[in-house]
Structure formats: structure tokens, C-alpha cells
T-cell receptor
Framework: ELKVEQNPLFLSMQEGKNYTIYCNYS?????LYWYRQDPGKSLESLFV?????AVKQEGRLMASLDTKARLSTLHITAAVHDLSATYFC????????????FGDGTTLTVKP | NAGVMQNPRHLVRRRGQEARLRCSPM?????VYWYRQLPEEGLKFMVY????????ESGMPKERFSAEFPKEGPSILRIQQVVRGDSAAYFC???????????FGSGTRLTVV
């Protein structure tokens, strides 16, 4: 059974600081997703990572994938308050199977 | 493009009642997925449907839960004889390609009292 673990689960940062969220998964996978969820809202897709060494960046967020280590990272650069949210990684074990396994999420709070 | 539409947004049911959650996929999407999110947890896969077919229901509880995606109309997640443990947010996602490019709806928050 595929397991996905994120850490930390809670993260409090000062504005302007950098930090990294880690996502480990237990078996080989076909693709990995990062989502953002604001309280009481739906999931917003941030990144889809398809291959080993993939790196994607959008604004202050950068995601990378190491399939050999079964590890993805979400790096936050110079955090701002608007980034406060819960971030989830999710893994599809098989291509096109339509079944993602989610981590428990990292709740990020950025303080001024 | 209205996105994935779920209704109701909030649903309160007494123990033993039935809950019906609706999901209209994005225009052009024929693949629908249901997930459940308990407080402080990630989403848990429940079921994957295409029009008139259940593709994967490995995450569905064996009893009281059922899902359908008819030829016409929205996908329905039905929970019979609800219990307090069914209280959660239920999210629907859709895609135009099986198992890729998911768009999530805003969810239905079910509270069982």
C-alpha cells in the first residue's frame, strides 16, 4: 500500500524567510502533485511532477522530484503572508488509474 | 467555464438519515473522482467513475456508501443511514483524461448530528 508522508505538519515562518516542505512516498510512482488549500476551500493545483529531476517554479514556490529517493520538496522563498495555507502532496502510483494518495498536509503560517 | 460544481456546500443530517452529494464535472470532462477529507487530514480516495461505469471503488466503505455517474446529470455520492463518523468534507474532482489533470470542486461539508 502506498504511503505518503509530509513533514513538517505545521510550519510557522517569518515573512522573508525560506523554508522547505518534504514529501516522502513509499513505492515507485508515476507522478506527483502539489496542491494548496485555503481554510474551507477546495484544492488548487500548484505543480505536477512527472519525471526524476523535474523542477518547476511558480513565483515564490519551487517543487522538485527525486524518484530514486522517493522524495519531493516544495521550497518557499522569501515567504509572504499570502502564502499562508495548507499544502498537500499527492502521488499517483499508477498512470491514469485515477487514484491519488495524499499526505496529511503541511499547514503554513507566515507571520509579519 | 464554471469549473467543478458541488452541491450542497453544507449539509446537516441527523443520524440514520440519508445524504446525497452532487457533483457536476467541468464541461467536457467525463471522468469523476470522489475523495473524503476528515479534519486535520489529507484527502482519501473513495471512487473513480466514468459515465455509467465505476472504474475503481477500492476506497468506498463496504456498506451504506454508493456512487453513480449517469449518462445524463451529475455524479451522486449517496450515504445511507449516516453516522457521526461520516462527518467530513467530500470533494469531487473531474478530468477529461483518465487519471490526469484533476480539477477539484469546492466540496460538500457534511455534518451528522
Amino acid at each position: 500500500e502506498l504511503k505518503v508522508e509530509q513533514n513538517p505538519l505545521f510550519l510557522s515562518m517569518q515573512e522573508g524567510k525560506n523554508y522547505t516542505i518534504y514529501c516522502n512516498y513509499s513505492t515507485t510512482s508515476d507522478r506527483l502533485y502539489w496542491y494548496r488549500q485555503d481554510p474551507g476551500k477546495s484544492l488548487e493545483s500548484l505543480f505536477v511532477l512527472l519525471s526524476n529531476g523535474a523542477v518547476k517554479q511558480e513565483g515564490r514556490l519551487m517543487a522538485s522530484l527525486d524518484t530514486k529517493a522517493r522524495l519531493s520538496t516544495l521550497h518557499i522563498t522569501a515567504a509572504v503572508h499570502d502564502l499562508s495555507a495548507t499544502y498537500f502532496c499527492a502521488v499517483d502510483e499508477k498512470a491514469n488509474a485515477g487514484k491519488s494518495t495524499f499526505g496529511d498536509g503541511t499547514t503554513l503560517t507566515v507571520k509579519p | 467555464n464554471a469549473g467543478v460544481m458541488q452541491n450542497p456546500r453544507h449539509l446537516v443530517r441527523r443520524r440514520g438519515q440519508e445524504a446525497r452529494l452532487r457533483c457536476s464535472p467541468m464541461k467536457g470532462h467525463s471522468h469523476v473522482y470522489w475523495y473524503r477529507q476528515l479534519p486535520e487530514e489529507g484527502l482519501k480516495f473513495m471512487v473513480y467513475l466514468q459515465k455509467e461505469n465505476i472504474i475503481d471503488e477500492s476506497g468506498m466503505p463496504k456498506e451504506r456508501f454508493s456512487a453513480e455517474f449517469p449518462k445524463e446529470g451529475p455524479s451522486i455520492l449517496r450515504i445511507q443511514q449516516v453516522v457521526r463518523g461520516d462527518s467530513a468534507a467530500y470533494f469531487c474532482a473531474s478530468s477529461n483524461q483518465g487519471g490526469y489533470g484533476y480539477t477539484f470542486g469546492s466540496g460538500t461539508r457534511l455534518t451528522v448530528v
